[in-house]
């Protein structure tokens, strides 16, 4: 099991594109989020994945930064059904007030040719909170992070071996979540900043969390490896040994901040 990593920046980095990433199973690919834009056509290019070779896609919430890399996929995947080069339909996993804008764009602003295929080839699954979904050969459980502005969606992912890895969309731990993540032995978890840095980003003001928060959370919930991620821009070149030195402090476990394009294997 792979984790690529398209991007890894916030909303309105501009050094790192915008947090999205690639579940590779063996070769099954599973998109989740598709940053704020076209650049997303780019990042396949670079990793060597063919749209075309991607079926399932989860988008955990409506905010730009996540949504409109999905049109542009749905645009290009519409247009590759029409000319006979992609083979199946494309699943996606998303609540439903998402689905229902991703269709309202994707019918507006898609060629008629191409927007007929949303609702038809392009097929739309509701995820539910607790709910069991077999996706790429493996088991997801998706549950509502309990945001406190739009409804968004994480994931718990089971490996083999009784291993686990959870993704807990961009908004810190909180503990109505506590079932899906604690123990788990990978966790996904944003840091939009330092801690020594949060005068100046104010996170929590755009309900995100620090790198102290995000290292405190994993410690207490005993969890073995810890992707931080969707962070700012401004400690660009230096964000891994920074990031890195300030977690330290807080988590005894393995703990990655890996840039955009590089690969995690998960195990």
């Known amino acids: 099991m792979k984790i690529i990593m ?13 947090t999205c ?7 099954q690919y599973m998109l989740v989020d598709g940053g704020g834009g076209n650049q997303l056509l780019s990042l396949f290019d670079k990793v060597g994945i063919n749209i075309n070779s991607i079926k399932d896609v989860f988008v955990t919430h409506k905010h730009l930064d996540h949504l409109f890399g999905i049109i542009w996929l749905l645009r290009m995947v ?10 199946g ?42 709910e069991k979904i077999d996706i790429i050969g493996k088991q997801f459980t998706f549950f509502n992070i309990h945001s406190k502005k739009d409804t968004q969606f994480g994931f718990r992912l089971e490996l083999d071996d009784d291993k686990s890895l959870v993704c807990c969309g961009d908004e810190p731990y909180n503990d109505s979540i506590f079932k899906y993540i604690n123990g788990c032995t990978w966790l996904m978890h944003e840091a939009f900043c ?36 969707h962070t700012e821009d401004k400690t660009f ?20 901040i890996p840039d955009d394009l590089e690969i995690l294997t998960v195990t």
């Open 78 to 87: 519409c247009q590759a059904m029409n000319r006979g080069q992609y083979n």
């Open 237 to 256: 070149g230096s964000r891994k040994r920074l990031y890195y030195e300030e977690g330290k402090e807080y988590f005894s476990g393995k703990f990655y």
């Open 21 to 27: 990433f690639i579940i590779d199973n063996d070769g």
């Open 194 to 229: 330092l801690d020594s840095q949060a005068n100046i980003f104010n996170p929590y003001e755009k309900s995100h969390s620090t790198v102290k928060d995000a290292c405190t959370a994993a410690e207490n919930l005993g969890v073995k490896n810890l992707i931080l991620y």
């Open 89 to 130: 339909n494309l699943n996606i996993y998303t609540c439903k007030e998402v689905a229902e804008l991703i269709k309202y764009i994707g019918t507006n602003l898609i060629r008629k040719k191409d927007a007929v295929l949303i609702g038809n080839r392009v097929v739309f699954h509701e995820v539910f909170d607790g």
């Open 6 to 18: 398209l991007g890894t920046g916030n909303a309105v980095s501009k050094k790192y594109y915008n």
